[in-house]
Every structure is written in structure tokens, then in C-alpha cells.
């Protein structure tokens, strides 16, 4: 099993999801990123623009079955105009 964890505009997130689930995803939990988070992680995320400050981003955890992660990454990459993929976990135990 793999756990991704990335992190998309609130605007993008609904075409993500449905990527991810076509992709073969097992499980998807969707949470807001605090907006403190956000300017200061991200504040160069758009090439130093105030998009970061405007727009709210949603953290997707993804779990997927180890054959599938490949075509779900890819998934995430093709959908999202830009994302930031935080984490990839593997293995059984996934902290």
C-alpha cells in the first residue's frame, strides 16, 4: 500500500479527485490547509505572485494499492495545473 499526500487549489481539487479515482485509488481524504500555511510554504509556489494569498488549497491523502501509485501520481500530475506532492509512504505500517 502507498499513501500520497499532495496538496492542490481548492479550485482544481474536484478534477483531481475524479482523476484519482479513475486512476484506481482506494480511499481519498480531503482537508483544508490553513491559509497561514499556505502563504508561507507557498509563497514562491507561484513564481513569487499573490495567487498563494488569494486562493485556498485543499491537502488530498491518497491510498492506493502499490501496482496503481504509479497511474495515480500521474493522474495528479496531468490534472493539476499545480500541485505539490508533500509525501509518498510505503509499506504495511504508514505513520
Same mark, same amino acid.
Given at each position: 500500500?502507498? +499513501? ?5 487549489? $481548492?479550485?482544481?481539487? =474536484? $478534477?483531481? +479527485? =475524479? #482523476? *484519482?479515482?479513475? #486512476?484506481?485509488? /482506494? +480511499? ?7 491559509? +497561514? ?6 509563497? @514562491? ?6 495567487? #498563494? =494569498? ?10 492506493? @494499492? @502499490?501496482?496503481?501509485? @504509479? $497511474?495515480?501520481?500521474? $493522474? ?7 500541485? =505539490?506532492?508533500? /509525501?509518498?509512504?510505503?509499506?504495511? *505500517?504508514?505513520?
Amino acid at each position: 500500500m502507498k +499513501r500520497i499526500i499532495i496538496v492542490v487549489s $481548492a479550485s482544481e481539487m =474536484k $478534477a483531481v +479527485r =475524479k #482523476a *484519482v479515482f479513475i #486512476a484506481g485509488a /482506494n +480511499r481519498l481524504v480531503i482537508s483544508p490547509v490553513p491559509q +497561514r500555511t499556505c502563504i508561507i510554504e507557498f509563497g @514562491d509556489w507561484y513564481c513569487g505572485t499573490s495567487i #498563494a =494569498k488569494r486562493e485556498s488549497h485543499m491537502q488530498l491523502e491518497v491510498t492506493s @494499492d @502499490d501496482s496503481r501509485s @504509479d $497511474a495515480i501520481i500521474s $493522474a495528479i500530475l496531468s490534472t493539476a495545473h499545480a500541485a =505539490k506532492i508533500e /509525501n509518498i509512504f510505503t509499506g504495511s *505500517v504508514l505513520p
